[in-house]
Structures are given as structure tokens and as C-alpha cells.
Nanobody, 130 residues
């Protein structure tokens, strides 16, 4: 059973930075790292795509509005995926989720779909004050 444990959220002032972690325990049936997506859900809004990283970091995608400020990375030796957020704005306030796919890859045109991911972290609150 694959489980995702998130950490690193909190309260930060506008312009500040945060780095979220998502540690994955257990393995997919083929014992390979899972591709991972990051999503966020602001109060009263739908869950929105933030970024994606492939199994071995060769492919990364980001929501257009977040390119240049957010960076996804991973350390497979630590079974951990990271979301580094810089230049944070009050509009970035949301619950952030990491999600892992059973498949070995997610097509580019599908990375933003929550249905592509099989396992989800518990979510972590990020609040950006103005």
C-alpha cells in the first residue's frame, strides 16, 4: 500500500518562500518510483494543478501561472518529492496536496487531471499574509 505523508506548510508573508515535502512509503507493484503531481485547493474552489514530476525527474510540468515561482524536485533515495514555492502571494493560500500515480508515467495532456493519480497525501495548509 502506497502512502504519502506531507509536511512543510504554514504561514508566510507575501514575497516569502516555503518548501513542501511529500514522503512516499510503499512502492507500486513494479517497485519503481511513482510519478507525482502537486495540486492545491483554495477555500470554495476546485482542486487545481500545480506541477508534475516524472519518476526520475526527467520531465516536469507546471501550471502556466506558476512557472518561474514554483519548482518540483525529488530525491528518490529519500522517497521524497518537494514543492518549492517562492515569491508567494496571498492568492497562493490553499491546501496543497501531493498525489502519486500507479502508472509509470502520465501523459502531458493529463497531468492536470486528478483522476490520473491513485494515492493522495493528507494535504497541508499554506497561508500567505499580505
Amino acid at each position: 500500500q502506497v502512502q504519502l505523508l506531507q509536511s512543510g506548510g504554514g504561514l508566510v508573508q507575501a514575497g516569502g518562500s516555503l518548501k513542501l515535502s511529500c514522503t512516499i512509503s510503499g512502492r507500486a507493484f513494479n517497485d519503481e518510483p511513482s510519478p507525482v503531481g502537486w495540486f492545491r485547493q483554495a477555500a470554495g474552489k476546485e482542486r487545481a494543478f500545480v506541477g508534475y514530476i516524472s519518476q526520475y525527474s526527467g520531465t516536469k510540468y507546471y501550471a502556466d501561472s506558476l512557472k518561474g515561482r514554483f519548482t518540483v524536485s525529488r530525491d528518490n533515495d529519500k522517497n521524497t518529492v518537494y514543492l518549492e514555492m517562492n515569491g508567494l502571494k496571498p492568492d497562493d493560500s490553499a491546501v496543497y496536496y501531493c498525489a502519486a500515480a500507479k502508472a509509470s508515467w502520465v501523459p502531458k495532456d493529463s497531468v492536470s487531471r486528478t483522476s490520473e493519480y491513485d494515492y493522495w497525501g493528507q494535504g497541508t495548509q499554506v497561508t500567505v499574509s499580505s
